[in-house]
């Protein structure tokens, strides 16, 4: 699943049209649900976040803007951090309906360009993300696919509307950004004695399974064959147990959710 020759992460077993139409839908249904706020809905605190709700559709603009252009990038966790307080800041409204208008905009400028890219062209072109990461595009556009899921449940929750994670945009999520998801490793587990785990994903039709290695300085993760792994996972909530959204359930999920500080 990841090739590290060049020191690039190449998540594989997804194509870049599958993640183009994952982004599409995620994006286009976090832009309807902050239409169906109103000023009270965008000033409620996020669970377990420093962010509002309008905070966090802010936040949102900011990382489509930064796959349209915006090259800033932090070399370490902490000052990613600080750099989306700093492009939080940066939008000045807080007015659900200009959020979502303005979202709205800036994804279907970024999508029409992402439909510009076959497959070849995605997977030679490299980016750089954040804390010292580089990745093919098509293994890059996993953190905002992260994003969207993410923080749609961070808004949903804070005001009491629905949000629906589809299985297979949580599986694909999963395939495509745990491979890049070394800095988020708690570095007590990454230098540690070597753990290993594998899963399926068979309620969201994925066909390979994943396996995922850390300890002794290393993090790989690797496609399996699925009639070979450990556990079957529930990729939804194993999505939003990793983001740490929920509480893990079950000792496969507890013990992986464990390897990572919150993402």
Known sequence: MVTETDDVVRAT??????MVAGLGRAG????DLLRTLDAE????????????????????INIVRRGMGDRRRSGTLAGLADQNDIGIGEIATRDPAELATLLEADLTEYLALLATLDEATARATVVRLHAGVKADVSTALSYQLFDE?????DIARATGRPWDIPAAEAALVL????PALTPWVK????????????FAMPDAGAGDG?????GEGRYDVRAVDAAEVEWDADPVHLFLALAGRREPQGDDVTRVAGWYQPI
């Open 28 to 31: 286009r249904a976090f832009v």
């Open 149 to 153: 899921l993410a923080h749609g449940d």
């Open 175 to 178: 395939r495509a950004g745990l």
């Open 187 to 198: 570095s007590d587990v990454l230098a540690g004695a070597v753990q290993r785990t594998s």
């Open 13 to 18: 077993g997804f194509g870049i049209d599958e």
């Open 210 to 214: 994943i396996e995922i290695e850390v």
């Open 41 to 60: 809905d965008a000033s409620q605190q996020c669970p377990g976040m420093a962010w509002t709700a309008a905070e966090t559709a802010a936040h949102m």
